[in-house]
């Protein structure tokens, strides 16, 4: 599965996934073989951090 390159648009499908499907951004990442660092690193730039507590990004 590809996700957007869009920030805002990847923000919010990460944190659906997230929500529905993974307990954590590790989970995540392994599952989708999706970096996360470099996740993390792009939507840093765009303002947005990820919340162990919260399992999202905001």
Same mark, same amino acid.
């Given at each position: 599965m590809e996700l957007p390159n869009?920030? *805002?648009?990847? *923000? !919010?499908?990460?944190? *659906?996934?997230?929500r529905d499907r993974?307990? !954590?951004l590790d989970e995540l990442c392994d599952d989708l073989n999706v970096d996360r660092k470099e996740l993390e690193a792009k939507l840093l730039q765009a303002?947005? &951090?990820? !919340? &162990?507590?919260y399992n999202k990004f905001w």
């Open positions: 869009d920030p *805002m648009m990847l *923000m !919010s499908a990460v944190n *659906m996934y997230l993974y307990q !954590s303002g947005f &951090e990820y !919340s &162990e507590k």
